[in-house]
């Protein structure tokens, strides 16, 4: 997946706004709303397949609010165009939109409020709105519902047939396929985006209902096939869980029955390949509290026989037969057997992984697992004891925290242990902007030194961005560090041991981001991802070193490399399905090797993610920590598991004596706390 965070403007460096959209890159943190839309767009076709099953809404107890008065000689003052140079036409029966066609990517149109204000939309649930492919060829139609500001948006589509009409409805607080996450204000909807995706054809469609309806609060009804169930303690069958045979097993030629004391027994006929499917009564298991599922069996044939358990891409046999009699398990782990490995050319904004290498397994939506039989003639009998999820721990090489994973004549460059009693202001920022999450803001006493760590510590507190008197007012306060303006250094390795919050919802990262100096004044210049007039070389880039959205569960976190702005040129490549093992107090230790066109990153010592090109940054950068709520694919934030803390234990860097340039390290500061005033 993709995450964007930082985004330029042009006028302005926009962080992007964490939003990612591909499973296979990296995610980010951008709110530009033309890429917003795009955001938006891509993710609706992940999550739905480009269509939207409709949703059925609860009723409501007063009558739907049209949102335009047709019958006013004024309607058409709340249409303009945003994108693509549509035509608009308002009649008494409806909102006539046409698109010529062009380069324009999302091309759309923007319906505000007749007076000027925001819609209190508040006793209602939702907002519909009836369209009709007026054109020759079917059309996604999309509809994005905005709150105060595009920060924060609710998005559906629905594809349309010519001439077919059909009701798009956005449900407050559901989105991309009526998924929960955050919702807008209903009390202050300031605008509706209606956009297309982009195409060299002509295209039209009318807007015939345009309301709010529904009771406040409505959910979507139930899809069977998204239900998700997290099986206690990860215990998928076994004694004392409740296990429907009938249900929850597809037999491809074995004969399966219940079996003693919550096992399943199963018989194979033998001489060929035969499977058993065991899935969830419906949807999925979510398993995020795991990095691997164990498969316990015993041989009660009479007969030697070799099972293989598939998860997702992983398919694992027993390591030796099991003799009749005999006990074994087998445990498949989520972690990929090779590493990651990032496309060599980047088509289009997001990229993801070459062939063969990574996974694409997500584990909070896991629909099944398959047993197998080996192929040897004769009838074989087992009994599948238990199944159990769960994550284990490993011991971490002793090199790791002492130096970079590769040898040559490295010198350390910069270590913060976090010891106290005070945090170095001459190093590090406590305030920066935010343009990623509009209901958190960064506050010093969020920002704990304690026991050698530095806890960034989130809760529900309302306050100002940045302890600022004039500073955004929201009710969510976390901490923030960055060394920007205060030290950068063009390639080493950046490593860092870090602890995940567990509370859903939360979004916290470690990565770099450049920054040219002074000598060239403004931030969004300073810290381009791309390549400025000024660059020698091939330009600056977003490095997440780890990013971490907390709906996962800690044992998964994304990386990326993200290039050329937020805007139209915007590439990415990078991949959110990076498990790991935590050490033995809950930590994981996380690195970026960064050489000349090379991007590799480790954790606890081991090699997750490589990208080899010859656009990997080459611009002085600067570390970064923060946490905030959202993220691209990420479960919605609940107040009651707050407040969570992410920990550092550490940052240490290091230089190769042959990369070591002039510009690496310290820059003369006043020591002000607040990164926009360095």
């Given amino acids: 997946m993709i995450r964007i965070r930082k985004q330029q403007l042009g006028e302005s460096l926009r962080p992007s706004a964490r939003e990612r959209t591909l499973s296979t890159a990296s995610p980010c943190r951008h709110r530009h709303a033309p890429f917003a839309r795009f955001l938006t767009a891509t993710l609706l076709v992940l999550a739905t397949g480009g269509g939207v099953v409709r949703a059925e809404g609860g009723g409501s107890a007063i009558a739907p609010r049209p949102l335009v008065d047709l019958t006013s000689a004024d309607a058409a003052k709340q249409m303009r165009a945003d994108k693509g140079d549509p035509t608009i036409a308002v009649d008494k029966t409806g909102i006539a939109l046409t698109f010529p066609g062009g380069p324009a990517d999302y091309p759309g149109v923007m319906v505000t409020p007749a007076a000027g204000k925001a819609w209190d939309l508040s006793p209602f649930g939702h907002i519909e709105a009836r369209v009709t492919n ?28 010519p001439g077919e009409s059909k009701v798009l409805k956005v449900i407050f607080g559901y989105q991309y396929g009526f998924k929960e996450g955050p919702a807008v204000k209903s009390a202050s909807i300031s605008e509706l985006l209606f956009f297309l995706g982009k195409s060299n054809r002509p295209r039209s469609f009318r807007i015939e209902e345009l309301q709010a309806a529904g009771a406040a609060g409505e959910k979507p009804p139930l899809d069977p096939s998204a239900v998700v169930t997290k099986p206690e303690n990860g215990v998928i069958l076994g004694k004392g869980v409740a296990f429907d045979v009938a249900k929850q ?85 989520f972690i990929p057997a090779v590493s990651g490995v990032g496309v060599k050319e980047l088509k289009g904004m997001y990229n993801g992984l070459a062939s063969g290498t990574g996974t694409g397994f997500e584990s909070e939506k896991v629909k099944g697992l398959t047993i197998l039989s080996d192929k040897t003639p004769g009838p074989k009998s087992l009994l599948v004891t238990s199944i159990i ?39 590090w920022n406590v305030y920066g902007n935010n343009f990623w999450d509009s209901r958190t ?27 600022a008197e004039n500073g955004k007012q929201t009710d969510y306060a976390c901490g923030f560090l960055c ?60 490095f997440d070193i780890m990013e971490f959205l907390s709906g996962w569960g800690r044992c998964r976190f994304n990386v990326a490399l993200h290039m050329d702005g937020y805007g139209k040129e915007h590439k990415s490549v990078g991949s959110q399905n990076n498990y790991v093992r935590a050490d033995k107090e809950g930590y994981i230790t996380t690195g970026l090797l960064w050489t000349p066109g090379v991007a590799v990153i ?14 990997v940054s080459d611009v002085q950068s600067y570390l970064m920590y923060d946490m905030v709520s959202g993220g691209w694919a990420n479960t919605r934030l609940d107040d009651s598991q707050l407040p969570d803390d992410f920990y550092i234990d550490y940052v240490r860097v290091w230089q190769r004596k042959d990369l070591a340039s002039p510009e690496d390290g310290p820059k003369p500061n006043n020591g002000n706390p607040d990164e926009t005033k360095n």
Avoid: C
């Fill in 389 to 427: 999820a769960d994550a284990i721990t490993e011991k971490v090489p002793g090199w790791v925290g002492t130096k970079p994973p590769v040898d040559g004549e490295w010198g350390q460059t910069f270590a913060e242990e976090f010891d106290g009693p005070a945090l170095d202001y001459k190093k």
């Fill in 483 to 542: 060394t920007y303006g205060k030290w950068t250094q063009r390639y080493g390795y950046f490593e860092s041991r870090m602890k995940l919050p567990k509370a859903p919802g939360l979004w916290p990262a470690f990565w770099l981001m450049p920054d040219r100096g002074k000598a060239l004044g403004e931030q969004w210049k300073r810290a381009s991802t791309g390549k400025l007039a000024t660059d020698s070389g091939v330009g600056g880039a977003e």
């Fill in 602 to 615: 480790y954790n606890n010592g081991k090699e997750v993610f490589r990208w080899e090109n010859a656009r």
């Fill in 134 to 161: 007026t054109g020759d060829k079917p059309m996604g139609i999309n509809l994005r519902v905005d709150g105060e500001s595009w920060k924060v948006t609710n998005t559906e589509s629905v594809t349309v047939k």
């Fill in 249 to 333: 097993v597809e037999a491809g030629g074995a004969q399966v029955a219940a079996g003693p004391v919550g096992a399943l027994a199963v018989t194979f006929a033998g001489g060929r390949e035969e499977t058993i499917k065991i899935k969830p009564v419906m949807g999925a298991w979510n398993l995020t509290e795991a990095n691997q599922i164990r498969v316990a069996f015993k041989n009660t044939g009479h007969q030697a026989v070799t099972p293989t358990v598939v998860v997702g891409p992983a398919k694992v046999p027993a390591s030796a037969p099991i003799e009749p009699g005999a006990t074994t398990e087998i445990a498949v782990s």
């Fill in 441 to 467: 803001h960064f506050s010093k006493d969020n920002a704990i030194l304690k026991n050698g760590n530095m806890i960034f510590h989130y809760e529900k507190k309302t306050g100002r961005h940045n302890d």
